[in-house]
Nanobody, 122 residues
C-alpha cells in the first residue's frame, strides 16, 4: 500500500528553475534512503541525487552545484530544487525510496514514483 506521489515537473527555459517534490504514504515504519533518478530518451536511468536517513547527500557530477536535494522526515517528503537548468536535464524524473514496512519482520523494499516530465527548452 506504499505510494510515492511526485509533483512539480513542467516546462522551463534554459537557465530557469523548477522544484520537484515526492511524498510517501502508506504502511511505513521508516524510510531509509530517498532520492531522485532520471531517464532521458535513449538513455539509461541514472542517479540524480539521494539523501540517506543519516543525512548524507550525494549528487551526480552533472548536477552538482545546480541541484539541491532535501527531505522532511516528518512529512515523509523529499524535494529537489533545480537551478540553472540546461536542455540536457530534460528527462523523466523518478522519485525513489527504500522503505521499511510496519510488519513485525520489518520488510525492506524499493519503491518508485510514476515519474514526472521535466523539459528544458533552449
Amino acid at each position: 500500500q506504499v505510494q510515492l506521489v511526485e509533483s512539480g515537473g513542467g516546462l522551463v527555459q534554459a537557465g530557469g528553475s523548477l522544484s520537484l517534490s515526492c511524498a510517501a504514504s502508506g504502511s511505513i515504519f521508516t524510510i531509509d534512503t530517498m532520492g531522485w533518478y532520471r531517464q532521458a530518451p535513449r538513455n539509461e536511468r541514472e542517479l540524480v541525487a539521494v539523501a540517506t536517513s543519516g543525512g548524507r547527500l550525494d549528487y551526480a557530477d552533472s548536477v552538482t552545484g545546480r541541484f539541491t536535494i532535501s527531505r522532511d522526515n516528518a512529512k515523509m517528503t523529499v524535494y529537489l530544487q533545480m537551478n540553472s537548468l540546461k536542455p540536457e536535464d530534460t528527462a523523466v524524473y523518478y522519485c525513489y525510496a527504500k522503505i521499511i514496512g510496519r510488519r513485525w519482520y520489518r520488510p525492506e523494499n524499493d519503491y518508485w514514483g510514476q515519474g514526472t516530465q521535466v523539459t528544458v527548452s533552449s
